[in-house]
């Protein structure tokens, strides 16, 4: 740890009982980054959804995502998302869960929802240099139409939007840790 987490305490009325922080955003937004580091800050462990998702089917998430269509994994992202019991975790989440509200009713559950917001330039770039990442994309549509589509959903069902960019995932993390350490 960068023992950094001391310097940060989650205000109580920021928090569910369960005491978690989620993260949303775009897919290459830097949520599993960015948790990483909000982890190091608060001395809480951090998961990344898609991970899950991986380990229960025990294939990649760009092979999972090229067997189903659009909607098949999205009700079975949504599924996986309705199981998650913790406490006190740091949740990344893959950048399709907005398209269930049943997936966001139990994510704000577990905590405040943080929204990383990235300009679209950035999120071409980077899902450029990582062609492999599973993507929830139906055919035809491009990657600006996802964003845009997904845009309005993040913003909707944000407790607090951090911006996200080229800086440092510390930088992004330490803003959303002094926003949740705040008296509300």
Known sequence: MNGNFS???????????????????MAASGKTTIGRELSQFFGMP???SDNLI???????????????????????????????????????TGGSVVYRDAAMGHLAELGPRVYIAVPLEIILRRIARKPERGLAIAPGQTVEDLYNERRELYEK?????SPGGEAPAADYARRIAQWLSEPV
Not at 157 to 161: G, I, Q, V
């Open 157 to 161: 069902y944000a407790d607090f939007t």
């Open 54 to 92: 991986e380990s229960m089917y025990g294939a990649s998430l760009q092979t999972i995502t090229e067997q189903m269509d659009k909607e098949e994994f999205l009700d079975l992202e949504s599924t996986v998302i309705q199981r998650i019991n913790l406490h006190r975790t740091i949740i990344s």
């Open 46 to 48: 951090q998961i990344d």
């Open 7 to 25: 310097l940060y305490k989650p205000h109580p009325a920021r928090l569910t009982k369960a005491g978690c922080v989620v993260i949303i955003g």
